[in-house]
């Protein structure tokens, strides 16, 4: 065996730097999405680290090893979902028009709720038990945050592009119509007869965009 061989070979057989890192971020959103689904049913209260390590099929030790407290993993799902709805708003940044912004945020806000149902339950509890956890991103990220999308919404107004509204109303308006589609999914099926199909979710995010672009002064297509 060469010196270049031996110096190539992974020193503890647990595979090279990269792969570890690669089965840390796996394992950790495992236990994310577990984290999600029983915070989403059972609230922080009920739930408990043992639940969660039985929902990610892993040992209770393995959780606290990423996780020291049940503290520490609900702040990091409320933390998640919410970094992946700014994300979603970076479809206004930049934007051709109203019609081109408001649009893309639209699908990409509903095809969270389509992907992270549970993640949004959370995040609707965390906010209406008064936001112990994640108050301080209400103060600090989520407004700076609204007040640079009402901006935004302004100049469009500014330039006739859209009908003069309320920006902040528009985006309460626009979260919560969205977000419906996860906090309030189990009603969603049982009036739709089944969960929705990838057709019906199309032709939610349509109907959404063309109720939305109308009442505030656009055509959809325009």
């Known amino acids: 065996?060469?010196?270049?061989?031996?110096?190539?070979?992974?020193?503890?057989?647990?595979?090279?730097?990269?792969?570890?890192?690669?089965?840390?971020?796996?394992?950790?959103?495992?236990?994310?999405?577990?984290?999600?689904?029983?915070?989403?049913?059972?609230?922080?209260?009920?739930?408990?680290?043992?639940?969660?390590a039985d929902t990610a099929g892993l040992p209770k030790a393995n959780l606290h090893y990423y996780f020291a407290t049940k503290e520490e993993l609900y702040r990091k799902v409320v933390e998640r979902i919410f970094g992946i709805w700014l994300e979603a708003a970076n479809a206004m940044d930049g934007a051709a028009g109203p019609a081109e912004g408001i649009g893309a945020y639209i699908d990409a806000k509903m095809e969270i709720s389509r992907r992270h149902p549970n993640g949004s339950k959370v995040w609707a509890s965390e906010v209406m038990h008064g936001a112990p956890v994640v108050q301080d991103y209400l103060e600090t990220t989520l407004r700076d945050w609204t007040e640079g999308r009402a901006r935004i919404i302004r100049r469009w107004i500014a330039e006739g592009r859209m009908a003069e509204v309320d920006p902040n109303h528009l985006l309460y308006m626009l979260w919560a119509t969205t977000q419906h589609y996860a906090d309030f999914g189990h009603q969603i099926e049982v009036l739709n007869h089944g969960p929705l199909s990838d057709a019906d979710w199309e032709a939610a995010k349509a109907s959404v965009k063309a109720m939305v672009l109308r009442g505030i002064g656009i055509a959809p297509g325009a």
Not at 11 to 22: I, S, Y
Not at 28 to 43: K, M, N, R
Request: a negative charge; glycine letters at 14%; proline letters at 4%.
């Open 1 to 52: 065996m060469t010196d270049e061989t031996e110096g190539n070979r992974p020193k503890n057989g647990r595979g090279t730097p990269g792969r570890r890192e690669a089965n840390r971020i796996a394992t950790e959103d495992t236990i994310l999405h577990a984290a999600e689904s029983v915070f989403a049913e059972a609230g922080f209260g009920g739930a408990t680290m043992q639940m969660i």
